[in-house]
């Protein structure tokens, strides 16, 4: 199982800093950066694509940003899992919705705060995650988790979480509560410093910001 695991790419920022001609330079640099790491998951012939959240820096999209990604994955094919952030958390009628409607094929994306799962036959995966559906998060969805019985799939966690804190508002997600879950991989977003490994094991990763954008 070869898995690629993006996020926090805050496509479409502001930029306010750098003035019109600026900020759209670095936006577009942003969508080529998106494109890339498509080619990545087609050159390494990946078997799933793990976006933790942040895809988007806000709720808002353009519309060149949002009929890139339809298009990249309708053409790249392979199996997208995506897990809305506290920057572009789910709204029904928003931005994720009507990719979900789009993608309906293609695109395996978390829609709600509590764990959900999405079970991979062709792939014997099972992937489990939530979404924000709000700028805060206050709980974590893995507190009460209940994991259906092993049926002998890899089980695949993707979120955007936040492991340093108990009382953080963004998805205060313990290592504890990753282990007891049995999750043979968490790819997890939100600290913008990529993570080598959060366990001891290595199967707890952070992918990190690409542009090293820090706060």
Known sequence: MRLLHTGDLHLDSAFCAYGQRGAEQQREAGRDTLRRIFECAESEKCDMILIAGDLFDGRFVSPATEELFCELVEKTNIPTVLSPGNHDWYTEGGIYSRLAAKLSDKLILFSSSELQMFELDALRVRVFGYAFGSAVLSHSPLSDANIPEDNGYLKIFCGHADLSSPVSRYAPVTLGEIERCG??????????NRGEQEDSRGRVRYCGFCEGRSF
């Not at 999750?183 to 913008?192: E, K, V």
Request: glycine letters at 10%; aromatic letters at 20%; hydrophobic letters at 50%.
């Open 183 to 192: 999750f043979d991989y968490a790819a997890l977003g939100h600290i913008h």
